[in-house]
């Protein structure tokens, strides 16, 4: 579904990503985990164009994806929520959320101006796409509310909802339950195991370990800019250089 080769960023003389390579299977939720300042960020803005890598590959099925601008991307298939909240404050919940359904819209702009019967019936089609996305996180009931008065956990969960919302090919979210309490993370992780059991894709970054070991399919580790693991949960948790670079306080399983 998303592969990856040979990534390699740099910023200067600092090489922030150092021939990365990785796939992510179809169907499968892949967990991206690392210390602060592994890479971590600036792959998923590769990913997304917003950096232009320097040499290797990133291919979502048989989409290059290296040289396309962001917007190219999303319509191909890749949607994201931030480490940084960015939403819309001063528009509605459900607003927000049909925000992310801008590339998916099957009518033309005049089409929407002179409100004709296709433009009608889709917008309905979206309208209702982005309620259920929002009850499927328990914010159906803030959907007329302005995204700028929800709580921080509502925040980042109203941005779940608005990568969801498109069904894209992978969903890449970066830290979705950072900041979140117990119960607000909970209701995250069943959203997430849905996911993988209606066949959905995820690429998960993630500094909650518990939450990574219980979830992901695979783990890739980056240290350095470097891989320096991938494998199972199981498997990355015994790895010794995971531990010394990132787990050292994870019990090794026997």
């Known amino acids: 579904m998303l592969?990856?080769?040979?990534v390699t960023k740099r910023f200067g003389g600092l090489?922030?990503?150092d021939g990365v390579g990785f796939a992510v299977t179809p169907g499968s939720i892949t967990a991206l985990i690392g210390p602060n300042g592994a890479g971590k960020s600036t792959l998923l803005d590769c990913l997304f164009g917003v950096c232009r890598v320097d040499t290797g590959s990133i291919r979502l099925g048989e989409h290059e994806l290296t040289m396309l601008p962001t917007h190219a991307?999303?319509?191909?298939?890749?949607a994201r929520t931030f480490q940084n909240l960015r939403l819309a404050p001063h528009e509605t919940v459900l607003d927000n959320v049909l925000a992310g359904l801008v590339t998916r819209t099957p009518f033309s702009?005049?089409?929407a101006i002179l409100r004709l019967p296709a433009a009608r019936h889709a917008e309905r089609a979206?309208?209702?796409?982005?309620?259920?996305?929002?009850?499927?996180?328990g914010l159906a009931a803030k959907a007329r509310w302005p995204a700028g008065v929800l709580s921080f956990g509502d925040k980042k969960r109203l941005e779940l909802a608005r990568a969801l919302?498109?069904?894209?090919?992978?969903?890449?979210?970066?830290?979705?339950v950072a900041g979140l309490n117990r119960a607000e993370t909970e209701t995250v992780e069943a959203e997430l195991v849905r996911l993988r059991?209606?066949?959905?894709?995820?690429l998960l970054v993630e500094h909650d370990m518990d939450m990574v070991m219980r979830l992901a399919d695979h783990v890739v580790v980056?240290?350095?800019g470097r891989r320096i693991a991938v494998g199972t949960p199981a498997e990355v948790q015994r790895n010794p250089l995971v531990l010394e670079a990132y787990l050292g306080q994870m019990e090794v399983v026997a």
Do not use: S, Y
């Open 3 to 6: 592969q990856l080769e040979g």
């Open 15 to 17: 090489t922030a990503l």
């Open 73 to 78: 991307i999303v319509r191909l298939g890749l």
């Open 109 to 111: 702009f005049t089409a």
């Open 126 to 137: 979206c309208r209702l796409a982005a309620l259920e996305a929002l009850d499927r996180l």
């Open 165 to 176: 919302v498109a069904a894209p090919r992978v969903l890449v979210l970066d830290e979705p």
């Open 197 to 202: 059991r209606a066949g959905r894709t995820v």
């Open 222 to 224: 980056l240290d350095g």
